[in-house]
């Protein structure tokens, strides 16, 4: 790192990491101390530990400064590791949204029998590293690495129930598609590496903003380069027209597994898209460097792209008859609407949209809550199982209604907040 020794503040930027690793040694350790028939305990240690670890988080947060809370490239003394993290307040909050996720997604994988492994509390705990790096990625390699260790655990926990038809399906659909949007998007970064000779974001970014006129060659692949990044986490964030995969891996996949990938893997992509906005390392216009803002050519693709995202999400969710695959139509709608909020380019809109991330990942992790309890009795998860709900359980009836107003952003739910402050970022 160029001489420069790691401080303790560096260490401590990458706490929430290291305690994530230290709770995936303890619970297989612990896991071989408990009988067979205790090995719910794993889960609930999962839980704890997930818990303790974003207390940790916003603990440092507190009493060791605010990182930088800019959105802004200019800011590199938060920059650390060689360039590699950098610790600011996108970090921090998608580090919440993660750490919140695991902890939940584990709590309602508790009434799950065929969950009751190590395997699957492990994955999950790396599932949550990898996005959580990802999000505090500021390299290009970085970022790749943080990401096949996020996917990889992904592909294995959608197919986890190996002994059903539809999970294995689920685990290869999301493994096929996956990899060629992983391909798509490493060949983008190869050919802006190709370019600027570097992989650090902001780097990139300082060389794209330098307002020097290029070639026609030259913006050519860069626009090249720029679509193929913005379909590799279109993909991620289950956006039209990178969508197709979601309903299918959603229906067949874990229900407490598909709770946590249509939050915190949606959560990442969204991590890593204002990530590069705000180093700057797409803001050109044809012809030239360092335009900014919404001249750029990429953004027409961009909004066409969240109204068309929001418009067949919200259309489709309403023809199912499988709940768990009206939640994935309505996981797509719910990418448009945050899509809102990072197009437009401002602190403020960033900020709406983490909001409603971390908003979202409450409300629909504590509807597929409801969904698992019910499909323990129906051993079904069709719409029929929920009629009548509020007679045979008024509490989960209250619940699920809550949840759905939310998603829909009916007032005075929390989706309803997040909406606002989306559209009036806008």
């Known amino acids: 790192m160029d001489g420069i020794e790691p401080t303790l503040s560096w260490y401590l930027a990458l706490a929430p990491e290291i305690a994530l690793a230290i709770l995936l040694i303890a619970i297989q350790v612990y896991s071989r101390a408990l009988p067979s028939d205790k090995q719910r305990n794993v ?19 507190l009493f060791a400064g605010e990182p ?29 949204i993660f750490l919140s996720a695991l902890m939940t997604t584990s ?21 949550s ?35 059903e038809d539809r999970s294995p399906e689920a685990g290869m659909k999301y493994f096929v598609y996956g990899a060629f949007a992983t391909g798509v998007m490493l060949f983008g970064m190869s050919l802006l590496y190709g370019i600027t000779g570097g992989t650090n974001l902001y780097a990139i970014g300082g060389l794209v903003m330098s307002n020097q006129p290029i070639s026609p060659e030259i913006n050519a692949i ?21 969508h197709f995969w979601t309903p299918d891996v959603y229906e067949g996949s874990p229900t407490a597994f598909t709770a946590f990938v249509s939050t915190a893997s949606k959560a990442a992509g969204f991590a890593v898209f204002m990530r590069v906005f705000s180093s700057g390392m797409l803001n050109f216009t ?11 050519a990429w953004w027409p693709m961009l909004v066409s792209m ?4 929001m418009t067949i999400g919200n259309f489709a969710a309403i023809y199912q008859r ?38 979202y990942a409450f409300t629909n992790i504590a509807a597929f809550g409801v969904i698992i309890v019910i499909s323990n009795v129906s051993k079904s998860e069709q719409m029929e199982d929920f009629y009548g709900l509020n007679k045979r359980s008024p509490y989960l009836a209250l619940v699920m209604l809550f949840a759905l107003l939310s998603l829909g952003g009916i007032p005075p739910t929390a989706g309803f907040l997040g909406k606002f402050f989306v559209f009036k970022a806008a």
């Open 68 to 96: 930088d809370s800019t959105l802004s490239r200019d800011l590199n003394q938060s920059l650390i590791w060689g360039g590699m993290i950098r610790h600011d307040l996108i970090t921090l909050v998608f580090r919440v």
């Open 322 to 359: 499988n709940i768990k695959r009206m939640l994935a139509y309505s996981s797509i709608s719910q990418a448009g609407y945050a899509l809102i909020g990072l197009l437009t380019f401002t602190p403020d809109g960033s900020g709406a949209t983490m909001f409603y991330l971390l908003m």
């Open 286 to 296: 044809p012809g030239n460097l360092g335009q900014p803002g919404q001249g750029t």
């Open 222 to 242: 860069l626009l090249i380069a720029a679509a193929m990044i913005i379909v590799g986490f279109g993909f991620k964030i289950s956006a039209v027209p990178f």
């Open 43 to 61: 889960g609930l240690m999962t839980a704890w530990g997930a818990f303790t670890i974003l207390l940790i988080t916003l603990g440092l947060w």
């Open 129 to 163: 590293m990898g996005f959580s790096l990802m999000a505090a990625s500021a390299d290009l390699i970085m970022l790749y690495i943080a990401l096949e260790m996020a996917s990889i655990s992904s592909y294995i926990l959608a197919g986890f129930y190996k002994n």
């Open 107 to 127: 709590l309602i994988s508790l009434d799950v029998k065929r969950l009751q492994t190590v395997e699957y509390y492990a994955l999950l705990i790396t599932a």
């Open 306 to 309: 969240c109204i068309i995202t």
